[in-house]
């Protein structure tokens, strides 16, 4: 997607969490739990930054997420 250029003072992290889709195979589910944890670990420190910005999409939202980056940009 292309977006005008925009003046940001900080440079975005866009982060897509595709393997929490329910459609997964069974090697994806069995490591579910350590997924999760990683991704609640790594928007910890993002989401705190003040060095960068941090979106994460998760599964449900890859259809809007021309709307969600510019709602959240």
Not at 20 to 34: F, I, M, N, P, T
Not at 40 to 69: A, C, F, R, T
Request: proline share 4%; glycine share 4%.
């Amino acid at each position: 997607m292309l977006w005008p250029q925009r003046d940001f003072d900080k440079p975005i992290i866009v982060e897509y969490w595709g393997l929490l889709r329910e459609d997964v195979a069974q090697w994806v589910l069995s490591k579910r739990e350590r997924y999760v944890a990683r991704k609640e670990y790594k928007e910890n420190i993002y989401s705190g930054s003040d060095h960068y910005y941090y979106v994460g999409i998760l599964p449900h939202q890859i259809d809007i997420i021309e709307e969600l980056l510019e709602e959240l940009l």
